[in-house]
């Protein structure tokens, strides 16, 4: 099945546009965790089944992986996920960027080597940085369109004929490089009014949406701007808000439960300003 | 000592401005090292021996090693380069780019992990995509600005205010982001005039320069477009042209006395072209 059926399926069948990030910092697990030999993989695993019936996707950042040597365990976990919950969608967070024989290797490594429905990519280096990910017909690129940091506005928001930057970029993969439906966007949430204008230009193309949670972008202002006509079309992400949500301890909750209750919290809350959306 | 200082003392000392790339593809490989259990880092190991007093830098490129599960062995590379070779700095090829807590641990993963002298990154997400590397005030940070493939020109060669986005990001490079001259920027050899604009953007800032070798670019007008007043300036990259030379069999040559000859070759003519070089 295609990156873009199995994500709408999980759009539909969890009624859910929530992306879960995991950004494992040890730092910031329970205690307990901390000291075990696979504590990443052990977090992580908690926090997948915890919240696996919330979720349409969930985006393993592979830095933090990478930073410290883990990368056995980023494949332990997609394992995990593939196949205890088969039909969520992995998007392996890893923002790459090369050209030719170089993008080909990043490419076996995202698809084959971690089993990733689809990876996130930059486009500075132009189309052919892009091209040999679309050689896995079923996965999905997801190209970085508008970033929710502060510096994103550096390049991103420079005026091309009469245009940000961003926007022309939009207009290349959906024109140009979308040749066979495997593509997407990654636009963040802290400018409503910027999604709307990607929106517009892409049609139905889903989009990867930081920005949410930690980072503070308004929910009822991102899906009123991002969405499509049937109330989908979004992977809005949210990583710290839920990995390391504060556990109720007079309702004995565990870290896994509370990351249940943010993430459920969450999909509610952007269930509301969705059209055709159950809540 | 700082990557510049590092890099400019491999300058004087090897009379080179050559760069041997590490792309190490196993299919490649002289027949009797494809099947040895740690055959990247065999292949690689030789390869650093025999160039390594023709070379300014030693460039591996992170997608091949990770598509292969091959991480240790590049921790083995890195570290044998430190300590069997330590004057020659380390340029892990990795082009990363992402923000704030997530730049921070690949910044972590190239200076810690690797023991990295500098890395490669995009500069699509902004200044705070760039500024988490630059806390390693020892380490350089080496900045995509006009690359050397045909797409190059999808995002590069788009005009803002008149000139075209490579120029502004050597700018923005140059006059904001270069704080504490740890920035050098990537430019390709395909367009020796267009290296001659950015290296008058940047003075002497240091450039690191694919496209030579395989791809093609004129060595002469290279040189000529991007060295600095005292004719060094530049990191100028060989790969798959030393790694997979054709050995001279008449003359007993093996994979790596091939690779070691196709690198005196290439630094002897870049010489030609410098001021002030011996050749």
Redesign the interface.
């Known amino acids: 099945m295609s990156f873009i059926n199995k994500l709408s399926a999980a759009w539909a069948t969890n009624n859910s546009l929530l992306c879960v990030g995991l ?1 494992p ?1 040890i730092t910031k697990f329970p205690p307990h965790l901390r000291n075990q030999p696979a504590a990443i993989f052990t977090f992580c695993k908690a926090i997948i089944d915890a919240t696996a019936d919330t979720a349409c996707a969930f985006k393993p ?1 592979i ?2 992986f ?2 410290l ?1 883990a ?1 056995d365990q980023l494949e332990a976990i997609c394992d995990y996920i593939r196949n205890a919950h088969p039909t969520i969608p992995i998007v392996l967070d890893a ?9 080909e ?2 490419a ?2 995202a698809f ?2 971690y089993g990733a429905d689809a990876v996130t990519m ?10 040999p990910y679309l050689e896995w017909k079923n996965r999905g690129a997801i190209i ?1 369109c508008r ?1 929710s ?8 928001f ?4 009469g245009k940000p ?1 961003y926007q ?2 939009a207009r ?1 993969v959906a024109d140009k490089w979308n040749t066979n439906g495997q593509c997407a966007l990654v636009v963040g949430a802290t400018f409503p009014e910027e999604l709307a204008q990607v929106r517009n230009i892409i049609g139905d193309m889903p989009l990867l949406v930081p920005g949410i949670g930690a980072q503070g972008g308004d929910i009822q202002a991102t899906v009123n701007a991002g969405k499509t006509a049937n109330g989908t079309g979004m992977m809005i992400n949210s990583s710290r808000a839920i990995l390391y949500a504060k556990p109720d301890e007079a309702a004995g909750e565990d870290f896994a439960a509370a990351a249940r209750r943010v993430a459920l919290e969450t999909r509610d809350a952007i269930n509301r300003f969705r059209v055709g959306a159950v809540v």
């Open positions: 950004d910092d950042q830095a933090y990478s930073a040597r990368e923002k790459r960027g090369d050209i030719g024989a170089t993008a290797q990043y076996r490594e084959e080597r930059s486009p500075y280096m132009g189309w052919d940085s892009v091209a970085l970033t940091n502060p510096g994103g506005s550096d390049l991103q420079l005026t091309v004929e930057l022309h970029v290349l």
